[in-house]
């Protein structure tokens, strides 16, 4: 995410028994997981809706999201962190995922990556 690289979700970055090396792959392995994910009113993938506000890896390879909704009001509210979960969960080695919904700071459309505003023509 170029213009909004402050709304990109922080992956956890204190010391850890994982190597540099395992943290980088498996933090390239969450991202590409969280980009099958999609608001099915919105042809674009959570990650890049900018709707992945944390995401904490422990020692023990326990997976902790905080995601929002473009509305709080989403008619999938109950089910979407249950598909992050699912999706996430298909990373070999993981021992849990747990997924939060938040809504502080409320969503808006510049925690958007600039291709997710390319695909739903917003420049």
Same mark, same amino acid.
């Given at each position: 995410?170029?213009?909004?690289a @402050? ?15 395992e943290?980088?792959?498996?933090? /390239?392995?969450?991202?590409e997981?969280?980009?099958t994910v999609?608001? =099915?009113?919105?042809p ?11 995401? /904490?890896?422990?020692?023990?390879k326990?997976v ?10 989403? =008619?999938?509210?109950?089910e979407m ?5 699912? @999706?996430?969960?298909e ?7 747990n ?5 502080? =700071? =409320?969503?808006d ?5 600039d291709? @997710? ?7």
């Amino acid at each position: 995410m170029t213009d909004a690289a @402050a709304s990109e979700p922080a992956f956890a970055q204190v010391p850890s028994a994982l190597s540099k090396d395992e943290l980088n792959r498996l933090t /390239d392995q969450l991202i590409e997981k969280l980009k099958t994910v999609y608001d =099915p009113e919105i042809p674009v993938d959570i990650y890049e809706l900018g709707l992945i506000y944390k995401v /904490d890896v422990s020692d023990d390879k326990d997976v902790a999201i905080d995601m929002t909704l473009t509305a709080p009001g989403c =008619p999938v509210a109950g089910e979407m962190p249950g598909w992050v979960r699912d @999706a996430v969960m298909e990373i070999p080695g993981l021992k849990s995922c747990n997924v939060e919904l938040v809504f502080e =700071p =409320p969503w808006d459309s510049s925690r958007m990556s600039d291709e @997710a505003k390319l695909q739903l023509n917003m420049f």
